[in-house]
């Protein structure tokens, strides 16, 4: 009779166990944010002020 009732009651915690059946897990997508520079960016900028300034001095 134990035999019995532990097997009933093992088939009961095995069944809700796997009620609803399987459900997938939703992943959220893993954003990558990636600076985009040009390769001139910091040089730019003080070869422009360099012909800045020459082209002042050249016209004094």
């Keep these: 009779m134990k035999k019995l ?4 009651a093992l088939s009961v915690a095995a069944t ?4 609803g ?3 997938e897990p939703v ?9 985009t520079s040009s390769s001139a960016g910091g040089v730019l900028v ?3 002020a360099i012909i800045l300034i020459a082209a002042a001095i050249a016209n004094d």
């Design 21 to 23: 059946g399987y459900v």
């Design 46 to 48: 003080p070869l422009l």
């Design 5 to 8: 009732a532990l097997a009933a």
């Design 16 to 19: 809700s166990a796997f009620a």
């Design 27 to 35: 992943l959220e997508p893993v954003v990558i944010v990636e600076d």
